[in-house]
Nanobody, 123 residues
Framework: QVQLVESGGGLVQPGGSLRLSCAAS????????MGWYRQAPGKQRELVAV???????NYADSVKGRFTMSRDNAKNTLYLQMNSLKPEDTAVYYC?????????????????WGQGTQVTVSS
């Protein structure tokens, strides 16, 4: 079904930029929201950016103005452009698909994750 493969991570100096990509398969456009999460060692996975039902994007306060998420439906690819990177941005970044299926009497929700790509911002 849903398969997600992240790429584009690496080592970058503070203030630098990286562009992450998430190649997706098995996506159902009408049912799936997509986003990016990250997890630093010893910390819980946190939201970076997610799409909304209105077609807009919600960003974590810590990345607003620096990160931009975009989606190319024709290529089934989700992107995360990261600018002005800070050491605290260091984490494994994960692509996420959230599927919501409205059944006759209840809603079914599913989350799918990629393997993650490492982003390291050195000082």
């Amino acid at each position: 079904q849903v398969q997600l493969v992240e790429s584009g991570g690496g080592l970058v100096q503070p203030g630098g930029s990286l562009r992450l990509s998430c190649a997706a398969s098995g996506i159902i456009f009408s049912l799936d929201a997509m986003g990016w999460y990250r997890q630093a060692p010893g910390k819980q996975r946190e939201l970076v950016a997610v799409t909304t039902s209105g077609g807009s994007t919600n960003y974590a306060d810590s990345v607003k103005g620096r990160f931009t998420m975009s989606r190319d439906n024709a290529k089934n690819t989700l992107y995360l452009q990261m600018n002005s990177l800070k050491p605290e941005d260091t984490a494994v970044y994960y692509c996420n698909v959230h599927r919501k299926i409205m059944g006759p009497s209840k809603t079914y929700e599913y989350d799918y994750w990629g393997q993650g790509t490492q982003v390291t911002v050195s000082s």
